[in-house]
Structure formats: C-alpha cells, structure tokens
C-alpha cells in the first residue's frame, strides 16, 4: 500500500470499527448478525462495496451534477438518490457475503440479513456520500489565495519557449504531455491535461472534453452536430467537439456563472 492511500486505508477502519460498535450496542429487527466477529466480516464487506461502487460514481455525478452550480436543490435531490441506491446496493452485497459464509445459500437469511442492513446502516451510507460529496466540491472551488500560471513553458528542439498564457488558444492531451495551440503555432508541454488545468485561471479557460482545453476568450460559437453532440468554433475556425459532461460547465463558464 502507498503512502497516498494510507489516509484512506485508516478512514476505512474507523468507519468499519465505528460503525460495527453502533451496531453491537444497538437492538437488531432483522436476522442480523450479534457477534462482535460476524459484524466486522458484515461491516467490512459492506463498506467495501460501498467505497468500490463510490470510485466509480461519485466523481463522474459531481462532474456532471456540481451542486455549486445552478439548479442546485433539483440536483441535490438526484444526489440523494443516487446516495440512496448506493447505500441498497452496498447493504445487499454485504448481506450476500455475510448470508452466504454463515447459512449457505438460504435465500431467507440473506433477505433477512438485507433488511437489517438497511435499518442499522442505510443512514450511515448516506451520510457518507454526502461526506465525500462535500469534499470534493471544496477541492473543486479555487483557494482564494490561489496564483494561477501567467506563461507556459514549453519545449521545442531542445529550447524552452516562454508561452504567455493570454496568447494560448486551447491544449489538448498528448500521451503523458500536453500540446499548446496559440496562433497558429504548437507548442509541447510535459504534463498532462488534468494537472495543467488545475493551474490555469477557471475564469478564462475550461475543459471542454476530457482531452481538450480551450481559452473562452477565443471562442466564438457552439453549433449543433450529428446525434446530439455539439461542436465548438473558436475565433481562427477551429472546431473542437464538446464533452456530453462537460457542456453545463462550459456554459456557466461562458456566461461568468462561476470562476
């Protein structure tokens, strides 16, 4: 395990001890487990699921649902939701496993198991989408105090190109480098896409596909295109495709909605 994933690895356990603590001190409905033992195999497995189905979810429903956007209480209540249906899934997954390492394949003890899980933890997972939710949000919004890159430093046959950040049109990714179309030249970066963009003002660029950035101050409209999908058009004629996930964002960044 790696230094970066430790943090995680403990918050984990915490949550998994905590939770199997409630769980021993609280009175149970269902045909829930009542050893100390059984209830961390069923807390651990349950919370596994739940953080495995989360990598997976949550980011992509923050990207396309931000709640510091507009619409904010609509898209709290699909947040809701889909906190809701993870928390099922999880509380099943963990019955299952537990259901099955004790009674076998009985069906009547793993419906039983369900239905304590969703009485004793439900709540719990919710809670904690909401949890990560909130994070990642804050990490989104730019520190106040935040100094965004003024001049891209770029290679070209062994020279380093100063590249003044109001002079770059858009980047795109390249592998693990990035590369800087600004008037008419192209320039390389060694960096990728997303870390680059971390560090450009969110006022005047915005990721508008997952390899593509483009600076607003460059573009001139967004037409239609086949099946849906739409296209941006930049002041020297280029045309980018826009990201499905991206397209909300990029109107609120065109309209100064948000920095």
Same mark, same amino acid.
């Given at each position: ?59 992509? /429903?923050?990207?396309? +649902? ?7 209480? $609509? &898209? *709290? #209540?699909?947040?809701?939701?889909? =906190? ?60 106040? /105090?935040?100094?965004? +890159? ?7 046959? $062994? &020279? *380093? #190109?100063?590249?003044?950040?109001? =002079? ?64 941006? +058009? ?26």
């Amino acid at each position: 395990m790696s230094l970066r994933h430790f943090p995680t690895f403990v918050a984990w356990t915490l949550v998994v001890l905590v939770c199997g603590a409630q769980e021993l001190s609280a009175a149970h409905w269902g045909g829930g487990p009542r050893a100390w033992q059984s209830i961390l195999l069923i807390q651990s497995a349950s919370w596994s699921a739940w953080a495995l189905l989360a990598a997976f979810l949550v980011r992509p /429903v923050i990207q396309h +649902l931000p709640l510091d956007g507009p619409n904010a209480t $609509g &898209r *709290l #209540l699909t947040h809701l939701a889909v =906190a809701t249906v993870l928390g099922v899934a999880a509380c099943g997954i963990g019955a299952m496993v537990s259901g099955f390492y004790y009674y076998g394949t009985s069906s009547a003890a793993m419906r039983d198991m369900f239905r304590d899980r969703l009485h004793t933890v439900l709540a719990s997972y919710i809670l904690a989408y909401g949890a990560v939710v909130a994070v990642l949000t804050l990490r989104r919004r730019p520190s106040a /105090v935040t100094t965004y +890159l003024r001049r891209l430093i770029a290679r070209d046959d $062994g &020279r *380093l #190109l100063v590249v003044p950040q109001t =002079a770059v049109d858009w980047i795109e990714a390249n592998d693990d480098t990035v590369r800087i179309h600004a008037g008419g030249a192209v320039h390389t970066m060694r960096d990728t896409l997303t870390a680059l963009g971390r560090r450009l003002d969110p006022a005047r660029f915005a990721r508008i596909h997952r390899s593509t950035i483009v600076n607003l101050d460059r573009v001139r409209e967004i037409q239609p295109w086949f099946k849906g999908e739409q296209v941006l +058009l930049l002041n020297d004629g280029t045309r980018l495709t826009i990201g499905p996930t991206y397209r909300d964002e990029l109107l609120h960044r065109l309209h100064g909605d948000r920095a």
